[in-house]
């Protein structure tokens, strides 16, 4: 028993298409570009090593609202270098927490492509997949380069065994603040039900994201990036 009760709180942190009814906290900070429907604000849930996540609440329907996710950060590092890692999907696995599979699917131009993950779950549940269109626009005007993904799950048929995402959105909002400085926010939110409450689920979703931003950040910071 207690095996698998480990097995599913393993699962649970690598879990990122959550949604739940909840209502946002008092500590509000911030909106962002994306999932801005209801204009509702970002409430601070945890901050570590210099990064800190956030989370607000969207009406999905009239009985349930979806949780969107935001990670913060600054890295002294030009913006370019962050975007050409990001365009790199063969590095990846290197830095995505619980992740089985990157890769490309098709480029449809230098700033628009689809691409393939496959997130590693602990036995006995299914491996989960989703298949991500990417876009890039750069907004030099306000000094930012913005990277949206949405899940285009109908693109590739289902693997037996595997679990498809049905719906996934976010994006990457590079802001320049200097030569070498550069501001980091990253958006992720989903309107796929939930399997689990989120008093269990939150704090290993966030905990997984804190690690993978700053395996992204010293990714970056140790590899060099030239486009």
Known sequence: MKTKTTTLLLLLAFVM???FRGKPGNNMVSTGPAGNEDGAKFTLARSDDDISIYIRWIPVNETRSAR???????MDCPAEHIISALRD???YTQWMKATKEYYR???ISADQWYSYVQFSIPWPLNNQDCVL????RDLRESGKTEITLVSEPGLLRANEGIERISHMSGSWVITRLG??????AYYIFSKQAPRY?????DPLIQRNLLKTMSSFRDFVLNHSFNR
């Open 17 to 19: 298409n959550s949604g």
């Open 68 to 74: 969107q996710l935001k990670a913060e950060f600054v």
């Open 89 to 91: 999907e063969k590095t």
């Open 105 to 107: 699917i098709k480029t």
């Open 133 to 136: 269109k990417y876009e890039v």
């Open 179 to 184: 030569n070498t400085k550069t501001h980091i």
């Open 197 to 201: 409450p989120a008093w269990i689920t």
